[in-house]
């Protein structure tokens, strides 16, 4: 590994999130989501060359046992990592678990993953009201 790779290393929030493990909609139980392959978002190159760090939240659904990944929106610091933070989850696997109970068998709806693109280990914090809602042109939601 080169210095300058070391250096610009996108550093992912080890921790797949998700909300509640009941639906305050319908008290459904709520599948568990094991992660299987990791996203791993490219830092985008203007980005890195410039020194700009920043974080996303990506929030999704599974279906299909995780076959399926549906991005239901993304949020970030900086418009230049929407489109890194959408992608990368193309590249993950995740599988899910049905828990006793749940009506939905294979699905898993309001996951969470963080990303943090940074330059270093030490990355100033970024205030969730910093974060703003990623637009994208296209329809390219699902990937499977």
Partial sequence: MTNTARRI?????????????????????????????????????VAALSGM????????????YGETIIVDGVICSAPIFCLPSRNALQGAEFQVIDVEGTLTPGARDAIFYPFRFA??????EIPDEELVECEFPDSGDTTS
């Fill in 9 to 45: 290393s996108i550093i992912l929030t080890a921790a797949l999130l998700a909300l509640a493990p009941a639906s305050a909609q319908d008290n459904e139980v709520s599948n568990e989501v094991r992660v299987v392959t990791h996203p791993h978002p490219i830092y985008p190159a």
């Fill in 53 to 64: 760090e920043g974080r996303c939240l990506t929030k999704f659904r599974l279906l299909d």
């Fill in 119 to 124: 330059q270093g280990d030490d990355m100033r």
